[in-house]
């Protein structure tokens, strides 16, 4: 078994033992079981898959911060993060849209980057609802 803690600067996401987790890194995705060596990783944009004792899966979206492995604990300091199912697949497009509507909207090119990457952001928030909109029925 594996301990993980996912966490931001508000409050802690997840917190349990796990026997999995598959981790979106900048350098491309990472899995992590029992014995893994110790690391650091940057993460990226995407879902934390995280396979619970009972061997149901659990999907976390994270856009950036860092994962720690040392021994059997993971740690992972998200930048931003929600667990999949308290994102409604409406309310995923609507900040999405709103995204796009911003850049559209952008005046200056500094200003456009922050909202490119806001947008990509919105964006795979919004597959990964759908996935997770999937996945209960």
Not at 38 to 61: N, W
Not at 77 to 83: F, Q, S, T
Not at 105 to 132: C, G, H, P, T, Y
Request: net charge negative; glycine share 6%.
């Amino acid at each position: 078994m594996l301990e993980l803690t996912v966490i931001t600067v508000e409050n802690t996401i997840y917190h349990g033992m796990i026997t999995a987790l598959t981790a979106p890194t900048v350098t491309g995705e990472v899995g992590i079981l029992k014995g893994h060596r110790p690391m650091v990783a940057k993460l990226d944009i995407g879902a934390l898959r995280i396979t619970e004792q009972d061997q149901t899966e659990k999907l976390i979206f994270v856009a950036g911060g860092f994962l720690e492995i040392s021994r059997d604990k993971i740690s992972v300091l998200a930048d931003m993060a929600e667990n999949m199912e308290s994102i409604g697949l409406e309310q995923a497009t609507a900040a999405r849209v709103k995204a796009q509507e911003m850049l559209k909207e952008a005046a200056d090119a500094s200003n456009s980057e922050k909202l490119q990457e806001e947008l990509r952001i919105m964006a795979l928030r919004e597959k990964l609802a759908q996935v997770a909109a999937y996945k209960k029925h």
